[in-house]
């Protein structure tokens, strides 16, 4: 029998537990898939009982699978969420997800005041709708019953944890994401308190991330097929876990992800600060932050070109590798058709939620292979424009470790790696947010032995073409000014309101 830890990764669309022993090798995996409701435009809301419900079923089936209970359970979860709770830790309303942009407004008008800069500086959190700085602004002006009668205000990993141990607190990785905490002196910010008009109480106690309670109540020990005795970890962000769980914590390495959406990430001993770029910064623990930034158009953008133009939807793998081979044919650059992929407003680091996607330079040469090479290099100039931004605040990034549905493609990888001229690194493991969690609770549980464990890493790496490079390297000037030429018709274009 190897102890065993586990890390549960709760996401947007699921809730993953993976299991790891002390010496790094995993004993499996269960997942748990749930929706969100849209109930109108810009609204995304989840029910926090759904998403406890599929916590309790993936730690039933991997404890049944592996047949003994774990040391530690540790937790990864997604950042800004709000849930308004009574004093029984009970929703008063659903679940407020990241993604919910009701608050774009209230955004937009906080980030133009004139204390933005303090606030951004002060809470390490972009102005923006995802926050929960805005989303309790909003539910202030909109609903202002619910919000005087709500107890708390607390996001889905706390919703949890108060089942669990019938206490309100947060780690100050899933606090630093709330536009509400001051990551320097690791407490709630009373200015930007006051801005939500809520006074600190109305929040939960913030602890570190390393933080652990035991002696869960007998009752839920049957329930979660677990001991008394295992230990839960407080854990961190998904964004700052994957940092850890990927390795991405040395100097002059960042982490990138291409899913639906994007990221670029770095792990720093300090805040790296771009008010403009609005880069984040959240607590990976009290002495920790892992800066970066997040795009809206990843694959979201070229899976929108597959659909519409090239009528592809549900596709496997095989398809992927079909279409993308067609791109080959093409040279870098394509031929200087160039894709602004801004399709669903973008954030990080032109926070424009009026700016749309273009095609600049058609020529008749240019075929469907031409659309989708340089939709793939869109895509990437725009991850590239928040590396820069993270770079030139920071150190040199001489690795980018890669992540995200985008991996299986050596065309897109390969396209990634000519534009930043960057060593790309392929991590082979479960799931990162995941085993990051893990290793936070491991940390404390085997200090001695927690070297070792986070010394196993399979990496396989890509090489940039520096020619292409070279090419890129000019293309991307010109990217970034076309945004900024066309940002007026844009925005003219949006508010003519279709
Ligand atoms: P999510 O962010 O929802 O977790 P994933 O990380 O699974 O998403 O990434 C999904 C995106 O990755 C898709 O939108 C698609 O553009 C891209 N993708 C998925 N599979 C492949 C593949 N085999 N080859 C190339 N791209 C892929």
Known sequence: MQAYILGIDIGTGSTKAVAVTLKGASLGITQQHYG??????????????????????????????????????????????IIPVDKAGAPLAPMITWADSRSEDIAQTLRESAGAEEIYRTTGTAI???????????????????????????????????KLFNVFEVDYSIASAMGLFDILKLEWSMEACALAGIETDKLSAPVNTTYYREGLNIDLAALLNISVDTKFFAGASDGCCANLGSHTTGPGIAALTIGTSGAVRITSAKPVYNFEGMTFNYLLNEQTYVCGGAVN???????????????????????????????????????????????????APIWDTKTSGAYINIKPSHTQAHFLRAALEGVCFALYNVLKTVEDASVTITQVNISGGFVSSAVWTQVLADITGKKLAVLQNEDASAVGAI????????????????????????????????????????????????????HQLNDLAW
């Open 297 to 347: 158009n990843g694959g979201i953008a070229i899976n929108w070109l597959l659909k519409n133009f090239l009528q592809k939807e549900q596709l496997s793998g095989t398809d992927y590798d079909q279409l993308f081979k067609t791109i080959e044919s093409v040279p870098a650059g394509s031929d200087g058709l160039i894709f602004l992929p801004y399709l669903y407003g973008e954030r």
């Open 36 to 81: 969100i409701n849209i109930p109108q435009p810009g609204y995304s809301e989840q029910d926090p009982l759904m998403i406890w419900n599929a916590f309790v079923k993936c730690v039933q089936d991997i404890v049944l699978k592996i047949g003994y209970a774990p040391v530690a359970v540790s937790f990864s979860s997604a950042m800004h969420s």
């Open 439 to 490: 290793y936070l609770a491991a940390k404390v549980l085997y200090s001695d032995d927690y070297a070792r464990l986070t010394s196993v890493t399979h990496h396989t790496f890509i090489q940039p073409n520096l020619n292409n490079h070279e090419l890129y390297s000019r293309v991307f000037v010109i990217f970034k000014k076309l945004y900024q030429d066309l940002k007026g018709s844009m």
């Open 128 to 162: 923006h709708a995802m926050s929960p700085l805005c989303k309790l602004i909003w539910l202030r002006e909109n609903n202002p019953s619910l919000f005087n009668k709500s107890h708390k205000f607390i996001g889905i990993k706390e919703f949890i944890w108060f």
